[in-house]
Structure formats: C-alpha cells, structure tokens
C-alpha cells in the first residue's frame, strides 16, 4: 500500500500544530521519537550533574571539624546579605562574602600608602582573607592548608570580585540599558 503524499499546506499545518508530516514513515517517526527522548535524558543527567542544592550544601558542611552550624551560616547571611562557598575538592571548603565599598577603599588606601612593596598578590590575599568567613583565616590551619596552593587565592578572589559586582571592562556595558 503506497502512502499518500502531503501537500505543502498540510506540512506546514501539522508542523503548527506540533505534529508529524503524514508523509513519513513510521520509522521516521520512531527515530524522531528517540531522538526528543534521549535529548530529554541528556537534559536530566546534566542537571544531576549540576552544582547541588543549598540544603545539600548545608548539610554537607556537617562533615567538616569546626565547621559553621546551619544557624551561624543563616546569621552570617542575615550580617552580610550574600554568603557563598567555593570548593577545591571535598576537603578544601570555604565560606565567604562579597567585600564591602569601605573594605575595599581601606585595602586600595593600604595599597597607595605601600605602593613599592604592595603587589596584586597581597591586595588578593588581604581581599580574600577580610571576606573569608569559613574557615576562619587566623585561627583555623585548615585554611593555610587550603590556600597553600598558587591558584586558591586568585580564584577565590575573582569570586569576591565578581560577588561585589567588579565586572570585567568588556562587560560592563551588559548592564546598562538606554531608556
């Protein structure tokens, strides 16, 4: 039995409503099928792959000595509005904040008045260790272990700054708008 061609009207009136020309065949239609279902599973793995969740984030902290109690994480929240944690591996876990305008001016003043020996390296570390609430950078050893690595301070820098709203100069025009 030979299958009936469709017009053009009629394709473009199934393609419309959402549907399949009538002119395919049915395994055309099956592999099109798999095809919308492993793009959906493709699209579930990778949210299962994605960062977790702040409950599971809290919870974890759990699992660390001296880690901060949910109730000191929502009080440091409450202080400082944004809090956010960077991990390095399972064991290099840490909390901070954006850095603060006044902050910022103190380390940029310290940086003028020490302009010969003040390199970019201390402004990020002195950055970095103002907004570090966890683990705390004076008491805590686990954050000398953590920041014994050349790349930590860096990026966990470019995370405050970022978090602060520093944007790079190519990007600063994406949030301005002309009314």
């Given at each position: 039995m030979k299958s009936q061609k469709a017009t053009k009207?009629?394709?473009?009136?199934?393609?419309?409503?959402?549907?399949t020309p009538p002119n395919?065949?049915?395994?055309?239609?099956?592999?099109?099928?798999?095809?919308v279902e492993k793009k959906?599973?493709?699209?579930?793995?990778k949210e299962e792959e994605s960062l977790p969740s702040q409950e599971e984030i809290k919870e974890a902290y759990k699992s660390f000595p001296n880690a901060p109690s949910l109730e000191q994480i929502e009080a440091w929240k409450a202080e400082h509005d944004n809090v956010f944690t960077s991990a390095?591996?399972?064991k290099e876990v840490m909390i901070w904040r954006p850095i603060t305008r006044s902050e910022y001016r103190n380390i940029r003043l310290l940086a003028q008045q020490n302009q010969e020996s003040f390199s970019q390296l201390d402004y990020e570390e002195i950055t970095v260790e103002t907004c570090m609430l966890w683990p705390d950078p004076k008491t805590d050893g686990n954050f000398q272990r953590i920041m014994k690595k050349a790349g930590v301070f860096s990026t966990v820098f470019e995370q405050i700054q970022q978090a602060s709203h520093f944007t790079p100069p190519g990007a600063v025009g994406l949030f301005a708008a002309e009314l």
């Open positions: 009207e009629q394709i473009a009136e199934f393609v419309q409503a959402g549907g395919l065949s049915e395994e055309k239609k099956e592999k099109e099928e798999e095809l959906e599973e493709d699209k579930k793995e390095f591996s399972k």
